[in-house]
């Protein structure tokens, strides 16, 4: 009870702190002996936050002139992004981390470092290295916070359109097919601007080829889950009115024009009556094989199901690939056969060697889609590994590339709730708990946890339990709030990272509707502003 009392008299106080505009206690929030380690948490004193034993310092790092030539080499290179490439971008790379949130990036950079056996927090991912970014405003038309879809609009086609709806204007509300079927709501894509131009196009994801995220490149419909036929239908909309987005990616334009096309999905594409390569039922309904009628589209493209089939493919002489490597989503890269499944990183090799023979460039999109399927199960550590995968895809694309013609664009469509939080020391494990604090309880808790998910790891009583004495590993679903049987969203900006000619236009906060204009600005493609409107060039 005198706890209890305690509490409730700090609380009242710091209200009426606030309230008279004085000066809150801030010995009470920031106590010096507790950040620096020099007391020992216990639930008595985690009232002001207290983080435990002391924290070791990197012997080097003690030095002051570490930090000041480190400093001076920010400097050095802040100076040398400043030589402005104001090249024309005759390839544009747009890869996209899906629900890849700015604390995703600090927790994978952590987690990069650790695998190396550093402390961690030092260590820096691949794009991170790009001389130019920006924040993205990530809002739909009607929602704070968005979906995959409503920012697919945005990114690749310009425009914000509302949730749920992919590559139509905001005149179109969820679920109204009539709406989407008329030409006239309809908002075309940085890929079809690029397909005018006489640019190869494609696109890869580790979800389907029919999710929300690469749709964005080819579809228009009044529902991102309208990926088959069976789909449509399971919406209450007439299939043969309402053409699914499958459907629109093998025999509409710009989808039946993509030179690549990668990622799962394989049963959207075929019948019910048909076992796909992975020994699962097709789902269409209405007996169509949509990859029969994309290769007669494509007498020189090849349909590959497996990595032993992606690695072989003869890049200069395919014209066209369809690569699709499980009947749903594909595998997360922590727990996928290796041997059968093809990492982002080679689908994204094979994918260049075939685009770059195009002597007029060429625009692909490229999706770490299984960093946000992962953070909807409170899968942290999967999470991670997953944008780290993504970062070694972007590596080697800036690898393959020249930046004086190669734009590269990094970003994410939305972020997650996941947090870092509670005065680790240097080189904590990211994915443990936190080893210097306490709760309330005595109890330690996660340095990484979630505002809403599946497991609070209370018992009956609501009393948290004892992580301690609870296994963690890949499979680990991290601590949340409220309860629900997923994650969701979150609505804070995300990063833009940019490498290549007109890099320097990434500054500042952006509408995220923005991006796609330039890009589009940078390789003189699209109905808007371009660098060659300025410069004369062609």
């Known amino acids: ?19 008279s505009a004085r000066i809150v206690d801030d010995f009470g929030f920031h106590n010096p002996q507790v950040l620096a380690g020099q007391t020992v948490g216990t639930k008595n004193t985690a009232i002001i936050g207290s983080m435990g034993e002391g924290k070791p310092t990197p012997e080097e790092e003690k030095d002051p002139e570490f930090w000041r030539t480190l400093a001076r080499n920010e400097v050095l290179k802040a100076l040398e992004s400043q030589k402005l490439n104001v090249n024309k971008a005759k390839n544009i790379i747009m890869f996209l981390g899906d629900g890849m949130s700015l604390s995703t990036v600090v927790s994978a950079r ?11 927090e030092e260590d820096a991912l691949s794009f991170e290295k790009f001389p ?63 397909q005018k131009a006489g640019k190869s196009t494609g696109f890869i994801t ?95 493209g090849v349909v590959v199901t497996n990595r032993t089939q992606l690695l072989s493919v003869n890049t200069t002489n395919v014209s066209h690939i369809m690569g699709l490597f499980n009947s749903n989503y594909m595998d997360l890269n922590s727990i996928s056969d290796k041997t059968k499944q093809p990492s982002l990183s080679e689908m994204t090799e094979t994918a260049l060697k075939l685009l770059k023979r195009n002597d007029q460039g060429y625009f692909i999109f490229i999706e770490g889609g299984n960093i946000d399927t992962a953070h909807h199960a409170n899968l942290a550590a999967m999470s991670l590994d997953e944008t780290l995968e993504f970062e070694k895809a972007i590596q080697l694309a800036r690898d393959m590339t020249d930046p004086k013609d190669t734009l590269i664009v990094v970003t994410s469509d939305h972020g997650h709730g996941l947090t870092i939080s509670g005065y680790p020391g240097r080189g904590a494990p990211i ?6 604090d306490v709760g309330s309880d005595g109890l330690r808790y996660s340095t990484l946890n979630y505002p809403i998910g599946p497991n609070q790891y209370v018992d009956e009583t609501g009393n948290r339990l004892d992580l301690e004495q609870i296994p963690r590993d890949i499979y680990t679903v991290y601590p949340s709030q409220v ?10 900006d995300v990063g833009i990272f940019a490498s290549g000619p007109f890099d ?35």
Not at 110 to 120: D, V
Not at 431 to 436: C, E, P, Q
Not at 483 to 492: A, E, I, L, Q, R
Not at 518 to 524: G, K, P, R
Request: with cysteine.
């Open 1 to 19: 009870m005198a706890g209890k009392f305690a509490f409730t008299l700090f609380t009242f106080s710091l209200i009426i702190a606030l309230s």
């Open 110 to 120: 952590i987690l990069k470092g650790q695998r190396k056996n550093h402390t961690g």
């Open 132 to 194: 130019h970014m920006a924040l993205s405003k990530t809002y739909c038309a009607n929602a704070q916070v968005p979906d995959s879809a409503c920012t697919a609009t945005a990114y690749l086609c310009g425009v914000k359109a509302n949730i749920v709806t992919i590559g139509v204007s905001a005149n179109v509300e969820y679920n109204i097919c009539t709406a989407s079927m008329d030409p006239a709501n309809h908002v075309s894509s940085i890929a079809a601007w690029a």
């Open 206 to 300: 580790t979800t389907t080829v029919t999710h929300a995220s690469p749709s964005g490149t080819y579809a228009h419909v009044a529902n991102r889950m309208y990926e088959s036929d069976a789909d449509v239908m399971s919406y209450g909309q007439d299939p043969t009115t309402c053409m699914d987005m499958a459907q629109q990616l093998v025999t509409q334009e710009p989808g039946r024009n993509l030179n690549v096309i990668m990622g799962g999905g394989m049963s959207k594409f075929i019948p019910k009556t048909v076992i796909d390569a992975f020994g699962e039922n097709g789902i269409r309904e209405d007996g169509k094989n949509l990859l029969s009628t994309w290769q007669a589209l494509h007498p020189n």
């Open 431 to 436: 994915l443990g708990l936190s080893t210097h």
């Open 483 to 492: 309860k629900s049987s997923m994650g969701v969203h979150s609505g804070d």
């Open 504 to 538: 320097h236009l990434f500054t500042g906060i952006l509408q995220q509707n923005t991006i796609p204009h330039l890009m589009a600005y940078a390789a003189c493609i699209g109905d808007g502003p371009t660098m060659c409107d300025d410069r004369g060039v062609v």
